[in-house]
Nanobody, 120 residues
Framework: QVRLVESGGGSVLAGGSLRLSCVAS????????MGWYRQAPGNERELVAA???????NYANSVKGRFSISRDNADNTVYLQMNSLEPEDTAVYYC??????????????WGQGTQVTVSS
């Protein structure tokens, strides 16, 4: 089992910045992927950014150049630096951890979510 605890959400004016953090605890493998997803009302949950334990990253086209994902493997923490925020970025942001080393295929765990609200 893996527990994910997010922090750093809040309200900000358009053009502002926020930094999300997510700490993973529990039975964690050193080879894994952590990422951030978001879900706005009426929309499906979508990938924002992900990073492997080796440092490879993947971003949604809508956030490229504005958001940056990073991680501290020693602390099992992933960060999402969000700059130049737009009202369209308003959503609940969820942290995700996944690995495929448990003999059950891809195992995925989610945080409880943190609200990000961007007003114009």
């Amino acid at each position: 089992q893996v527990r994910l605890v997010e922090s750093g959400g809040g309200s900000v004016l358009a053009g502002g910045s926020l930094r999300l953090s997510c700490v993973a605890s529990g039975y964690i493998f050193s080879i894994n992927t952590m990422g951030w997803y978001r879900q706005a009302p009426g929309n499906e949950r979508e990938l924002v950014a992900a990073i492997t334990s080796g440092g490879n990253t993947n971003y949604a086209n809508s956030v490229k150049g504005r958001f940056s994902i990073s991680r501290d493997n020693a602390d099992n923490t992933v960060y999402l630096q969000m700059n130049s925020l737009e009202p369209e970025d308003t959503a609940v942001y969820y942290c995700q951890y996944s690995d495929d080393l448990r003999g059950v295929g891809l195992a995925t765990y989610w945080g409880q979510g943190t609200q990000v609200t961007v007003s114009s």
